[in-house]
C-alpha cells in the first residue's frame, strides 16, 4: 500500500526549467519510483540533487528535496519532513524573480506535509494543510497534477473522519480536475474513488459505469496496480447488486494473476482476504482455508521483503546524507572564505573613503557654512519681502472692486433716483415721450452687467453656487440676493432696482421660499455664509 499511495503523491513540475544535468536523474527517479523500486528513486534523486548543486540550479535542488521526501517518509517520518521543508526554504528564493514558482514550491512541499500528517493519523492537521496548498493554484490553474493530489488527500482525510458529505465533494472534485487536467496517472483512481461513493449509495448503473471507466483506463495507461483494486471493486459490485459470486470469483482471480507479479504484496494480500471471504460465505471451507495458506505465506515473504527493502532504502538514505552533508560542510567553508574575502577589502574600501571624505570634509566646511548662513538670509528675507508685496498689492485690488462696485451701486442708486425724479415731474406735465425715454433708461440691462463683473470679482462663483443649490432661482433674484450681500436696505434696493420698496419685500419673501428658508432663518445671514 505504501507504495501506491507514494505514486499517488507524487508531485513533479520540470518541464519548463532548461534542461541541465540533474533533470535526467530526476525524469529516472519519477520512472523509479512509479516502479515501485524505492530504494533505486532515492539514489537518482539524491544524484540530481547533488549535480544541481554544483550546478547552482535552485529549483532542480528544491524539486529533488521534495522527491527525496516522498520517497523516505514511509520508512522515516523525520527524515520526510526534513527534506519537506528544506525544500521549502529553496522554493522560497523564487519570491522575488518568480512569484509563481515560489508559490507553487510551496503549495506542494504543503500536500507532502499533510501525507505526512495523515500517515500519523492527523487527519484534521493534513486537512488543513492541504486546504493552505490550494492557494497555490489560484483560479485553479494547474499544469503539476498538484490539485489532483490535494482534492483526493483532502476526500481521503475526510472519509478517515467519517464525514461522508465532504469526503464525496472533494472525490468529485478530483475527478473533474483530473478530467481536466488529463493526469492519466491519477484518473483510474479518481474514477474509482467516486465509483465506491455510488455503489454505496445503491446507484447501481452509475457504479458500474463509473468503473468500467477506470478500469479502461488502467489498462491504456499500463497502471497494474489500479487494474488490480478496480477489478476486486468489480467483484463487490456483482455480489452486492446481482448476487453473482461465480462473476465475482471471476474477478477475484484475475485480479490475484496480476497482483502476484508485484514486489508490494499488499494488493495479493488485499485480494486473497476478499477470496477467503467469498469461499467462506459460500461454505466452501476447504478452498477458503487453502486461500488462508497462500495469504499466510505471502505475508511472510512480504515481512522479509519489506525488511530487505527497508534495509536498502536506510542504507541509501545514508548515504545521499552523506553527500547531502559533505555539500553542506563545502558550501560553509565557501561561504566563511566569501565572507572573510567581502569583509577584508570592504574594511579597505571603507578606511580609504572615511579618511578622503575627512579631509574634504575639514577643508570645505567653514566656507560651505558660510555660503550656507549668507544664502539662507538673502532667501528668507526675498520670500519676506514677496510675502508682503503679494499681501499689499492683494488688498489693494480687494479694495479696488470693492470700490468699484460701491461706486457703481451708487451711480445706479443715484441716477434711478434723479430718473424717477424727472418721470415724476414730467408724468405732471403730460409728455409721454420723454417718460418712455426714461423708463428705457431706467431698465437698461449694461449696467447690471457691469454690476455683476465687479460683483463677480469680490464674490468668486456665488451665482454659480446660488444656481447650482437652486435651479428655480431667476435672474432678478440674483440681483436681489447681490444687493443683499452688499447689505443694502430695502430702500436702497427698490431705488437700485426701479420698483417700489413692497415689491422687494414681495421679491425677499419669494425669494426665502426658493431658498428653502425656515421663518426663524436669517435671509442676510444666510447669503452672507454663501
Known amino acids: ?203 447501481k448503473i452509475e457504479g458500474i459505469i463509473l468503473l468500467d471507466s477506470a478500469f479502461q483506463i488502467s489498462l491504456r495507461s499500463f497502471n497494474k496496480q489500479a487494474t488490480v483494486l478496480v477489478l476486486i471493486e468489480k467483484a463487490n ?66 515481512a522479509s521483503y519489506e525488511k530487505e527493502k527497508a534495509i536498502e532504502s536506510l542504507q541509501m538514505q545514508f548515504n545521499v546524507s552523506e553527500k547531502d552533508r559533505k555539500l553542506h560542510l563545502i558550501e560553509q567553508e565557501n561561504e566563511i572564505i566569501k565572507l572573510t574575502n567581502i569583509l577584508l577589502w570592504g574594511g579597505i574600501a571603507i578606511i580609504i573613503a572615511i579618511a578622503i571624505a575627512v579631509i574634504q570634509f575639514l577643508r570645505k566646511i567653514n566656507n560651505r557654512n558660510k555660503q550656507l548662513l549668507q544664502t539662507k538670509e538673502a532667501l528668507m528675507h526675498a520670500i519676506e519681502e514677496q510675502k508682503q508685496l503679494k499681501e499689499s498689492q492683494l488688498q489693494n485690488d480687494l479694495e479696488h472692486k470693492e470700490s468699484q462696485l460701491s461706486a457703481l451701486a451708487l451711480q445706479m442708486l443715484r441716477k434711478n433716483e434723479l430718473l424717477q425724479e424727472l418721470n415724476e415731474k414730467l408724468e405732471q406735465q403730460s409728455q409721454p415721450e420723454a417718460r418712455q425715454l426714461i423708463n428705457r433708461e431706467l431698465n437698461r440691462e449694461k449696467e447690471w452687467d457691469d454690476f455683476n463683473l465687479y460683483f463677480e470679482g469680490l464674490n468668486k462663483n456665488f451665482f454659480n453656487r446660488l444656481k447650482e443649490a437652486f435651479p428655480e432661482i431667476t435672474p432678478n433674484d440674483l440681483r436681489i440676493c447681490a444687493l443683499i450681500k452688499m447689505n443694502m436696505s430695502i430702500k436702497e434696493m427698490a431705488a437700485i432696482m426701479n420698483i417700489s420698496a413692497d415689491s422687494v419685500k414681495t421679491a425677499r419673501y419669494r425669494l426665502r421660499k426658493k431658498l428653502q428658508l425656515n421663518t426663524e432663518d436669517n435671509l442676510t445671514e444666510f447669503l452672507m455664509k454663501l
Not at 510551496?106 to 507532502?112: A, T, V
Not at 496480476?258 to 459460500?282: A, G, P, R, V, Y
Open 237 to 302: 459490485w456483482e455480489i452486492k447488486f446481482n448476487s453473482d459470486y461465480a462473476k465475482a470469483e471471476t474477478f477475484y482471480k484475475e485480479a490475484l494473476t496480476i497482483s502476484q507479479n508485484f514486489s508490494d504484496k499488499f494488493f495479493t494480500i488485499k485480494t486473497l482476504d476478499k477470496l477467503i471471504n467469498l469461499k467462506e460465505n459460500l461454505k466452501q471451507f476447504d478452498e477458503a482455508l487453502a486461500y488462508e495458506k497462500q495469504q499466510i505465506k505471502v505475508k511472510e515473504q512480504m
Open 1 to 203: 500500500m505504501k507504495k501506491y499511495t507514494i505514486c499517488i503523491l507524487l508531485i513533479f513540475s520540470i518541464s519548463f526549467c532548461q534542461a541541465n544535468r540533474a533533470d535526467k536523474y530526476l525524469s529516472l527517479g519519477l520512472i523509479a519510483l512509479q516502479t515501485d523500486s524505492e530504494a533505486r528513486a532515492i539514489e537518482y534523486y539524491g544524484k540530481a540533487y547533488e549535480l544541481a548543486y554544483h550546478d547552482q540550479d535552485v529549483y532542480s535542488q528544491a524539486e529533488a528535496l521534495l522527491h527525496l521526501g516522498m520517497c523516505t517518509y514511509g520508512s522515516g517520518i523525520t527524515q520526510g519532513m526534513e527534506y519537506a521543508m528544506r525544500a521549502m526554504e529553496l522554493y522560497k528564493q523564487f519570491e522575488i524573480t518568480d512569484p509563481y514558482i515560489a508559490q507553487e514550491g510551496r503549495s506542494k512541499c504543503l500536500q507532502l506535509i499533510s501525507t505526512i500528517q495523515s500517515r500519523q493519523g492527523n487527519h484534521r492537521e493534513a486537512i488543513a494543510l492541504s486546504k493552505e496548498a490550494i492557494n497555490g493554484f489560484p483560479n485553479g490553474n494547474d499544469s503539476t497534477g498538484t490539485l489532483v493530489l490535494i482534492y483526493r488527500s483532502l476526500g481521503n482525510a475526510y472519509e478517515a473522519l467519517q464525514i461522508k458529505d465532504s469526503a464525496e465533494y472533494f472525490h468529485r472534485l478530483a475527478l473533474k480536475e483530473n478530467i481536466k487536467s488529463k493526469f492519466i496517472t491519477y484518473l483510474p483512481g479518481s474514477y474509482l474513488s467516486v465509483a465506491k461513493i455510488e455503489i454505496n449509495k445503491g446507484n
